[in-house]
């Protein structure tokens, strides 16, 4: 009975330690692959947009659609595409989204800018919708559905006659022609004009000749790629999780010290009567760490089982609750590997120093 006292409390302890660290590295790990996807992203590369000069967003921007005619004629410009850019949700069968709507005049030429591989045909009507690869997958939709565009309680039903691949931001949009979205708005103004430029053109001149053709109510954007930011972002997720493994660690390590402490107090009588026996301190010594690696794997074992099924059983009922959030966490198996075994060594160091201690006193001191 001597090593079970107290025992599932103790496994219990560094079981919710363990389970903190590995529900945080399953959920980082999915994190980074959707950065990674991300950052793969085809660069848009001379590509520059017009938008008014006050406006926080391009869904915010208005226009003139007239401006694009006077820039249309400019040397050095591959693709122009005026845009209008909403907000809408989306609505199917089966779930429901926010994201961006895009209407421009020919769902074609601007697929085609992209270098877009569609599955399907393009919108050419305000009843047809052309939906990216990655909003399609989050909303369930194949070719032939049919979903509702809402904004400000104006409702368009349309059919899904395509699902394009552009390896771009555009993945997550909808593009419809330019007139469906002025039914949803009531204006027939635009957002934005896109335009992409020669890859032989010289952009400072392009650029120059352009910007003198604009009035002060607009602004000239470079679009910018953002693998850079996304894989920012990341390295300083991971740099998080590594402090938070470290404390993790440290508590798992005080945690084991008390824990010990805890087990020696109790235990001081059987220890001493042992020692009494002529038991050498080797074996006491023994005996106690095997008590502390015992509790610490189990616990660890009983984290890494809390700490997924948790976080599987959380994303879960998330996904229930908002069918539009899919969280696919999980753990690589070195990652296991590594969590026990760091768990380990710091519930080691955490008993050596009360063992030690406490067997370096003479039984003769101790209170029987």
Known sequence: MLFYKEKASAVVAVALLVAISVSTTS????????????????????????????????????????????????????????????????????????????????????????????????????????VGEILANLLKVSVNDEITLT??????????????????????EAIVPLETVNYLTGDDSISAIEFILDESANDTKVIERISKLLPKEVRLVKVQQTSNFLQAINQQILKFL??????????????????????????????????????????????????????????SILGIAVGLVGTQVASTVLAWLSPSINIMSFLEFHQLAQILLLSTISSFLGSITPTLSFLHVRYIEQKL
């Open 27 to 130: 959920i980082t790990n999915y994190v980074n692959s959707q950065v990674i996807i991300l950052g793969s992203l085809v660069s848009l590369g001379k590509t520059y947009i017009i938008i008014s000069t006050n406006s926080s967003s391009i869904t915010d921007s208005k226009i003139d659609s007239k401006l694009a005619n006077s820039i249309s004629n400019a040397l050095g410009i591959k693709y122009i595409i005026p845009q209008k850019v909403v907000t809408v949700n989306i609505t199917t069968n089966l779930s429901n989204c926010t994201t961006i709507l895009k209407g421009v005049k020919n769902v074609g030429e601007f697929l085609k800018s992209r270098n877009a591989y569609v599955n399907g045909t393009v919108a050419e009507s305000t009843r047809e919708v052309d």
């Open 151 to 172: 904004l400000n309680k104006k409702s368009i039903k349309a059919k899904v006659v395509g699902i394009f691949k552009t390896l771009t931001q555009d993945d997550t």
């Open 242 to 299: 590594f402090f938070l493994s470290v404390l993790v660690y440290i508590i798992v390590a005080i945690a084991s010290y008390l824990i010990t402490v805890k087990f020696l107090f109790e235990s001081s009588y059987e220890l001493s009567m042992l020692r009494a026996l002529g038991a050498k301190k080797e074996l006491l010594v023994v005996l106690v760490l095997m008590y502390a690696m015992i509790t610490s794997v189990a616990g």
